[in-house]
């Protein structure tokens, strides 16, 4: 739970766009829309990150990213660099995710992965 919170605090934008914002409903939408566009972003990178040799050094620039991109979000004084924020993270956590996956994967003998 404390991940789910932490990591993408979706249900804290109502809270969020009335404290930094104003209360727009439009911009509530844009803070939502935003985690959307850093999906479709991601999938534009997916394809290259997997055929990165040294997976681990990939993990870390996406972690760093990640936290990077959320301290942004956490004091980013515009409304546009606070989307910019939201549509960073989204990527590199899927970078992130899919790496340690590989990296998981890699180590298991054949048998194992089912070929």
């Not at 990150?49 to 972690?63: D, P, S, T, Y």
Request: net charge positive; proline share 6%.
């Amino acid at each position: 739970m404390n991940a789910t919170f932490f990591a993408l605090p979706v249900s804290l934008f109502p809270a969020i766009n009335t404290e930094r914002f104003g209360g727009n409903p439009r911009t509530l939408g844009l803070l939502m829309t935003a985690v959307g566009v850093g999906g479709l972003v991601s999938a534009v990178f997916a394809g290259p990150l997997k055929h990165m040799r040294r997976h681990g050094l990939v993990m870390l620039a996406c972690v760093a990213v990640w936290g990077g991109a959320f301290a942004l979000f956490a004091v980013a004084p515009s409304l546009w660099l606070t989307l910019l924020a939201l549509a960073i993270r989204r990527p590199r956590r899927h970078g992130y995710r899919g790496r340690q996956g590989d990296h998981r994967a890699g180590g298991d003998p054949d048998e194992f992965r089912g070929r």
